[in-house]
């Protein structure tokens, strides 16, 4: 029997745990109460502390068979043994920096301000809007340095250097071992780590002394016309505030939607029209309804053959490219839509033969056998009509069929 399992219950392990046990649990906490993932969360920093705490002394077999008969005053108070902090043990069970951003480095003390992370937005936007140009107005809630203390997080006056640990929000002590000292360290109780002390009567009774509060902010987004998809819009200084911390970025990425007409490529788009066979042949015209709503009018000249998926560009009609006013091309590829079975008599028929190019010769050899077969319609639901190479190298039972190759 342990004589006490804090430690243990912080890293919600049985006190009989394995080593192996102890580990995996460090590990699972330590991510889950990181500051990096949990900024401006007060609770989460201080229970990353404790995670630290417990794990310094239960890796230790040392350390953990005095805890386990004397508990933590067996050990003169608890702490960190070698003077390791929560941020260089991270960094050992990890590997690497923990990228505090110096929060606990140097012994607690403060490295100078961190930035807080960038805050990304994806900005759904529409062909149109990359066409014309857009301001759209988004509210932003973020961090910000409480107005009415300050940022202090009480009045004036109130907020004290931590006298126990002389604002550094860690304490040092000393233990004989043998004919050795060591030196241990661990996190100050009297101020839980902060190196301020503020009386609960002088706390701000608007942040109620954490130092920050939500404000709701509108953005206005200046969507400039050819913009492209995944282009990033920045404003500098709107991320998170807070004491000691250099605000980030709000960063909007520009989200291009699909459209149902145009397909666009850089500064060029496409563009499907489908015409009937007596334009494709005689000539005529088609409309298209631009981005920004204007009706281009295209013209097909008698005598130029349209043939099904041909390619024609109409220059200048595409995109505008961004921040120049040179515009890309507008390229149309043709769909010819034929007309249905029996769409004419046998006399008109005879009178389309007579304009038509004249049908080229069979060139059957004179010695061929002929036979005269009929086309019919392919049976949907029948497999014959989707038969693909990959198909014909099978025979009826699955098995592939023998193939000549090159010797």
């Known amino acids: ?50 995670v630290s705490h417990a794990y310094e002394i239960l890796s230790d077999p040392e350390k953990r068979d005095i805890y386990d008969r004397m508990g933590e005053e067996g050990l003169a108070g608890g702490g960190m043994g070698g003077g390791m902090g929560a941020e260089d043990l991270f960094s050992q069970f990890f590997g690497g920096s923990s990228g505090f951003g ?31 140009g857009k301001v759209a107005k988004l509210a932003l809630t973020r961090t910000i340095s409480c107005a009415s203390c300050n940022g202090l997080g009480g009045k004036k ?16 002590f000393q233990r004989g071992m043998g004919h050795f ?10 101020c839980n780590g902060e190196g301020e002390t503020i009386k609960e009567k002088d706390r701000c009774t608007n942040c109620h002394g954490k130092k920050t509060v939500s404000e709701k902010k509108i953005l206005e987004v200046h969507i400039d016309k050819g913009m492209a998809n995944g282009q990033k819009i920045t404003f500098a200084g709107e991320g998170d505030q807070g004491p000691d911390i250099e605000p980030g970025d709000v960063i909007f990425v520009i989200d291009e939607q699909p459209h149902q007409r145009f397909t666009r490529k850089k500064d060029d788009l496409y563009y499907q029209a489908k015409i009937d066979l007596l334009t494709a042949l005689a000539g005529g015209s088609i409309v298209i309804q631009h981005l920004d709503n204007e009706w ?4 097909i000249i008698p005598g130029e053959t349209i043939r099904p998926s041909q390619m024609k560009v109409i220059k200048g009609r595409g995109m505008p490219s961004y921040r120049h006013h040179n515009r890309g091309n507008l390229y149309i590829q043709f769909e010819v839509e ?10 008109k028929l005879a009178l389309l033969e ?8 069979l060139g059957l050899p004179a010695d061929a056998m002929v036979e005269d077969v009929v086309l019919a319609d392919i049976d949907p639901s029948s497999q014959a009509g989707s038969m ?15 193939q000549c190759t090159s010797q």
């Open 1 to 50: 029997m342990v004589k006490e399992s804090k430690l243990y219950d912080v890293l919600g392990i049985p006190a009989e745990a394995s080593d192996a046990q102890i580990k995996k649990a460090y590990r699972v906490n330590a991510l889950k109460y990181h500051p990096d993932k949990n900024q401006h969360n007060p609770e989460a920093a201080e229970k990353f502390k404790e």
């Open 102 to 132: 110096g929060m606990f480095g140097n012994g607690g003390r403060p490295s100078g301000p961190r930035r807080s992370r960038d805050i990304v937005h994806a900005l759904r936007v529409t062909l149109e809007d990359l066409y014309k």
């Open 157 to 172: 006056g109130s907020v004290k250097k931590c006298a126990t640990c002389g604002g550094t929000g860690s304490v040092t």
């Open 181 to 190: 000292i060591q030196q241990f360290q661990t996190v100050c109780r009297d």
């Open 296 to 299: 281009l009018k295209v013209d």
């Open 338 to 347: 034929f007309p249905g079975d029996n769409f004419t008599t046998a006399d």
């Open 354 to 361: 007579s304009v038509l190019p004249a049908r080229p010769e």
């Open 388 to 402: 693909g190479p990959e198909d014909e190298e099978e025979e009826e039972g699955g098995e592939p069929r023998a």
